[in-house]
């Protein structure tokens, strides 16, 4: 499998197999990371990190990443580059393509981030759009696979905003992997019918099956992966809490709905979450709707069937194989 030169922008420009083979290699990374073995052989090259918005993880993750393999690293924040304001995104593509080996990009519309692919003459990582968030879904693949050993025939199902970057990303994944993905929402939450008529090409292929879904029993039945995510993206107006707290509290992710898919099931959230009212954003939005959690009941959060800290380490390593696939050896 050679994934040289590649941009990594979202999996549908990936076969089922070249996903499988970055979640080999992120497992194989993973595995020598643990044992103290050192995988530096992208010694002298360089990436840049742009962020058009804010980010812990997925920051961490490149940085983590690209110092392990031997890189440096250079983080563009919000405020701190010219990108998009004194300076187009062709412009910045060839500028930043002639210093650095890779460029991760985090922002806005999908079109930004192909738009630096166009120009930068050096592989650009999609670290989340509007759109998509492709390096969440293998971090979120490798963590299926520890837990089932398998992705082939898992019934993953996604509660809340399911027309958004983790929504869309998680069906592309499931229907590429040959899963039985459920967007478990109220209809106006369904992902966009042109992707849903593209993911069901793909099921053709896979084996996938494909549900759209607004009944929480029947949804999250039998499940193997429940999971959700913010129910106000980054980047969305402070006017929209109201609606969606209204609209997405009936797909809350609660005891009820992982006692009704079963003791096998997973909880799974890229993360950040309000699952308590220990963040800025959830005490204000808790005091003002008389809320104590949002997506995610604080008890799921915490039971042993949530897998989120495993989630969220993977972010690394599977980052890492993304790299180090499209720079090569
Ligand atoms: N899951 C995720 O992308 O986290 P950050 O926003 O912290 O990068
Ligand atoms: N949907 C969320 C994901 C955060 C990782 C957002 O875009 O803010």
């Given amino acids: 499998m050679n994934l040289k030169g590649r941009h990594f922008l979202t999996l549908k420009d990936f076969t089922p197999e070249e996903i499988a083979y970055l979640l080999e290699l992120s497992a194989e990374l993973k595995a020598k990371k643990k044992q103290g073995i050192p995988v530096d052989t992208l010694r002298g090259k360089n990436v840049a990190l742009i962020f058009e918005k804010t980010s812990t993880r997925t920051r961490c993750s490149f940085e983590v990443a690209a110092h392990d393999l031997g890189m440096g690293t250079t983080y563009l924040d919000p405020k701190s580059s010219q990108i998009g304001k004194k300076e187009s995104i062709e412009d910045t593509a060839r500028v930043l393509g002639s210093m650095f080996e890779g460029i991760e990009y985090r922002g806005f519309g999908q079109e930004i981030v192909e738009e630096l692919a166009k120009y930068a003459g050096v592989p650009v990582w999609n670290g989340l ?14 963590t299926i696979q520890e837990v089932f050993g398998k992705l082939k025939g898992i019934k993953l199902v996604y509660m809340g ?9 998680y069906m592309i994944a499931c229907a590429k992997m040959g899963m039985d993905f459920v967007a478990c929402a109220p ?74 898919a079963g003791e096998q099931a997973i909880f799974l959230h890229c993360l950040p979450s309000f ?49 180090a696939a499209t720079l090569g050896a």
């Fill in 187 to 260: 209809a106006k939450y369904f992902p966009d019918q042109e992707l849903v008529a593209q993911c069901m090409e793909y099921a053709k292929e896979s084996g996938a099956t494909i549900t759209l879904t607004e009944n929480v029993e029947e949804g999250t039945k039998d499940a193997d992966v429940i999971c959700t995510d913010v129910w106000v993206s980054m980047g969305e107006p402070d006017e929209v809490w109201e609606e969606r707290i209204h609209d997405l509290t009936p797909y809350r992710v609660k005891k009820e709905v992982m006692k009704n």
């Fill in 129 to 142: 759009t509007n759109e998509y968030h492709p390096t969440q879904m293998l971090a979120d693949m490798l």
């Fill in 161 to 169: 905003d399911a027309r958004y970057n983790m929504g869309n990303s």
């Fill in 275 to 323: 699952h308590d009212l220990n963040t800025g954003i959830g005490k204000e939005m808790g005091e003002r709707f008389g809320l104590t959690e949002m997506e995610v009941t604080d008890e799921v959060f915490r039971s042993e069937q949530s897998k989120v800290f495993q989630e969220a380490e993977n972010r690394m390593h599977t980052i890492k194989a993304v790299m």
